[in-house]
């Protein structure tokens, strides 16, 4: 019998739970998401689709597996960091158990927004390291990474609120790499947005200073950021200084992109393809 593609969705890792929880989550709307998608070709094919079982699990120890209406689409989940095998062992792993269920190709969607040395040079070397112990036993298949997807740009912009006294100021990790930043600078030139960094200049702080001075009414802070975290709740608390600081202006906070059933829709189209 003849299966699709299995999906695998790559995150950075954190020893933080909350964004290995979220990660989890959204692999179950993406699974959601192709079991939709895959149902609807198949009867359009056919008058009848027979039942098949879709699959969801984490990485976590003592995988969790998550049964949902019938379907045909596997989607798991990995880690570049925090995780007791490097990625390219969790990669195997996983593969050696698709193979004994049919699967020969394994679409790896890698869930970073920025084009830093996680996913120029650790993702695919990894997934190398793992091509080259399995073979030409199943196929590995790198898709573009999240942030570059233009869907996604689209759905940032819906947050922001266009008005001649709002600013609005993009906040993203930062690269160091030449060009790292490209997707962000676009993002905000979209969103009409001033842009902050946390790991590299400009920060925050000062590039509301700056805004400042053009006497909004209410700046809108928008962390470039997949799930709440370490870094969310850094940025958080940042916002609330400068609200004290800045006692005029209206500081709104938006959430990281988290796990929506609009996100799951752009990756699992992107695994599609």
């Known amino acids: 019998m003849s299966f699709p593609s299995a999906y695998l969705l790559v995150a950075h890792g954190s020893r933080d739970p909350r964004p290995q929880i979220a990660l989890e989550r959204l692999a179950y709307l993406v699974a959601d998401q192709l079991r939709d998608s895959v149902v609807f070709r198949g009867a359009c094919r056919q008058s009848s689709v027979l039942p098949a079982r879709v699959e969801y699990r984490g990485n976590a120890s003592g995988r969790i ?8 689409s596997i989607v798991r989940t990995a880690i570049l960091e925090c995780h007791p095998l490097p990625l390219h062992g ?4 996983m593969a050696e158990d698709l193979l004994a269920q049919g699967y020969k ?6 869930l970073f927004l920025l084009p830093g040395v996680h996913v120029q040079e650790d993702l695919p070397r990894e ?4 091509q080259r112990e399995l073979g030409n036993r199943m196929n590995l298949e ?3 990474y999240l942030g570059s997807l233009a869907p996604l740009l689209e759905l940032i912009r819906q947050q922001y609120e266009f008005s ?3 600013a609005r100021i993009l906040v993203a990790h930062g690269s160091r790499r030449p060009g790292g930043n490209s997707s962000v600078q676009a993002l905000a030139r979209i969103c009409e947005a001033e842009v902050a960094y946390s790991a590299i200049a400009p920060h925050l702080a000062s590039v509301v200073e700056q805004v ?3 006497k909004p009414t209410t700046i809108q802070v928008i962390p470039y950021l997949l799930f709440t975290g370490g870094l969310s709740d850094a940025i958080a608390a940042e916002v609330k200084t400068l609200q004290k600081q800045y006692p005029t202006i209206q500081f709104c906070l938006a959430h990281p992109l988290g796990t929506n059933p609009a996100l799951a829709s752009i990756i699992a189209a992107q695994g599609e393809l």
Do not use: F, H, M
């Open 212 to 214: 400042s001075l053009r």
């Open 142 to 144: 790198i898709a573009p």
């Open 127 to 130: 997934v190398a390291l793992a």
């Open 65 to 72: 597996a998550l049964l949902s209406p019938p379907s045909t």
């Open 164 to 166: 001649e006294t709002t």
């Open 90 to 93: 969790q990669i195997i792993e």
């Open 105 to 110: 190709i394994l679409k790896i969607l890698p």
